[in-house]
């Protein structure tokens, strides 16, 4: 398979980009049915305690006031079991609570009340004038407070997260060995994408549409209509773009819920926007991590023991864990004895949830942090270092990885870089009078397959529309499910219209774990040999067909547009003469939901590697990212820009990370501090460097008949580590807790 090309289609220009950039793309708030009118919220602020009064009369008598909710009034769903499976077509809940369900407060944020007016200056208005009075407790809020309540969960969904192998506390006693132990902090980081979450619920009846700003249409649709008791297919959910996610929007959040319950109340649909400040309470966020590694390794470089213990925070009302050591030291490196302990700590801060690459992206930045460390204490260069570490086999289930060129990306990325340049020394690279840092880290992010069906009708013009619930999230999706269906179907690219982002198209998973293409992809190929099959059954009952009397199995496409024998490809007919003969304006197929299949004898796992370089003026120690080579392995890439603007993407969000992502709170009231893009600082162009990115490898047809492993995290992984190695050496100190904020270097002058 390796002479085949790890790139499927040209560099496309996204087929949305035009309905982008004149605005003819229409995100789900902007859906504006009649009569909508318009949701604010009113929030609890203590983080801990029980609502003792509503008193919204005031409220109500304002102008263009239609309905006010809260526990004491709103309609009531029903809570709609707990079901975990991200692959289950159930939708996902983080926070495992119905809003207004009853008068108890978990976190500061939460919604109390929800005003629905006429208008959205009404309504806020009106917001104001809603007098809620509460009794609050004591909240817990550090993972010393609530110590006796920390669990210590087997599994996450159902990948085990507590991983024991060889002895590693023994291991890690043994004079003989280089060892170094390091406690690293990230803290809670938010989601910002350029879209705030938002729904939009109008019924008609027992019907029920929502525009939903959403990862996963179908998950919506299962969880609202169960709570409402109603056919599945009673509700709507339509979603044809998202302006960014990162995880934000997979899960069902109470905006979603509050939508429909303020719909019913008032009378008329209902448009929730959430506001920017409440994306930083109400629609999850990455919790925060304090990973302490011990790293335990030969004279020579070769690792003896790894263990990687995480502490992380969830909330009291879901169970969400950040599960850090499984999806780094679990994976990366080939040692003899690993061990990774997670615990998780309940407090009265609302529900964290998946961000971008949850649980590899924190456990890379530390596992990476620390092969930094003891490759300083070896006196081994960085890269070296991890090439004696590297594993052929995954290091926990003992099977070989599929497809793994993680030692092409060390090499191509050392050569793009110059690394061989890089004098080991801290401190002694200079530009003029700025500090220069080069630093590296390696990236990994599994392969992850979910289910999905997918829809063709052919039209006898050669055009084709392709249908699946799955979505995109402004990563590229639309342009490479066009490029696959292309490839798949033999119909050219300029003919094939793909549509997404509705709940009645065939089913498509949560656009999460970077499972989209290989997925949708897999579906879409299933789909295209359904399509060739009927066609072949309309050419061999046709006398005027050269494949007529032929067996329909005997048939396969055998070029774009044209099927034939598969033993004799000559003999073949077009698409176009079998609809026309056969008097047929379309044909349609559609293909069945099935459980992916499941390789247990490999293992599925895309690799990379990050050589970063960094400029800090000693005197005023501000971090600027100067160079970045990214080098990623990921199976087949479909088309080469959105994939590249996924690990820029990527790249620049593990900037942030390192050096400006922080979500405060009060420590002493739980209130949330930073909640606007004023004071939550994300890279901007002045911060971001220009990105080299190279993907290597070849297709991995073993995981998929697309050959692709997925990309929208992998390019996070790492990258805050690069950043964090390339700032010790750049200076010498070592700051260990993120982000490296000037005030943390203040000393290096
Ligand atoms: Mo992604 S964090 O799985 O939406």
Known sequence: MAQTANILGPARNRVDGRAKV???????????????????????NIAKGKIAAVDAKEAQAAPGVLAIISHLNAPKPKEPAAKKERNSGHGIRNEERLPFGDDEVHYAGQYVALVVAQTIEQARYAAGLVRVTFTPEEPLLT???????AKKPE?????????????VDATLTDSGLTKIEQTYITPTETHNPIEMSGTIAAWDGDKLTLWDATQFVKGVQSIVSRAWNLPTENVRVICPFVGGAFGCKGAVWPHVLAASMAAKAAGVPVKFHVRRQDM??????????????????????????????????????????????????????????????????????????????????????????????????????????????????????????????????????????????????PRSM??????????????????HKMNAAAKVILRADGSATVQCATHDLGTGAYTAFTQISSEQLGI??????????????????????????ATVGTALHEVAGLLHNALAQLAVKDSKSPLYNEKADDITMVEPGRIGLKNAHAKSDSYIDILRRAGRDS????????????????SFQSFGADFVEVKIDPLLPRVQVTRVVSVINCGRVVTFKPARNQIIGGVNMGIGMALMEATEYDPQTGLPVIRNLADYHVVTNADAPVIDVTFVGEPDFAFNPIGCRGIGEIGITGAAAAVANAVYHATGKRVRDLPITPDKLLDIA
């Open 22 to 44: 004149t605005g003819a793309a229409k995100y789900s708030v902007e859906f504006t049915p009649p009569k909508c009118a318009y949701a604010w919220p009113v929030e609890s």
């Open 155 to 167: 599994t996450n969904h159902d990948e085990h997260v507590q991983l024991k192998k060889g002895d």
């Open 280 to 425: 930083f309470t109400s629609t999850g966020h990455r919790t925060p991590t304090e990973q302490t590694i011990a790293l335990a390794a030969t004279r020579d470089g070769k690792l003896r023991a790894m263990r990687h213990v995480t502490n992380t925070l969830t909330s009291t009302v879901g169970e969400f864990t950040e599960s850090c050591g499984a999806r780094s030291t679990g994976v990366m490196y080939d040692s003899p004895a690993i061990r990774v302990e997670e615990t998780v700590f309940p407090v009265n801060v609302s529900t964290p949830t998946f961000m971008r690459a949850p649980g590899e992206c924190p456990g890379t930045y530390a596992l990476e942090c620390a092969m930094d460390e003891l490759a300083v204490a070896l006196k081994m260069d960085p890269v070296q270092l991890r090439l004696a570490n590297h594993a052929d086999n995954h290091p926990i289930k003992n099977v070989p990885f599929s497809a793994k060129h993680l030692r092409e990306c060390y090499q191509v990325g050392a050569e793009k870089f110059g690394w061989a340049k890089r004098n080991a020394q």
């Open 430 to 447: 200079r530009d003029g009078g700025l500090l220069v840092g080069w630093g590296m880290a390696t990236k990994t992010y599994p392969a």
């Open 492 to 517: 050219p690219f300029e003919k094939v219209t793909f549509e997404l982002g509705k709940s009645d198209f065939p089913f498509g998973p949560v656009a999460g774990g970077s499972n989209s293409t």
């Open 143 to 149: 993972m010393k407070a609530a110590e006796d309540k």
């Open 587 to 602: 044909i349609e197929v559609q293909s069945e939901l099935k459980e992916p299949e499941e390789n247990k004898k490999q």
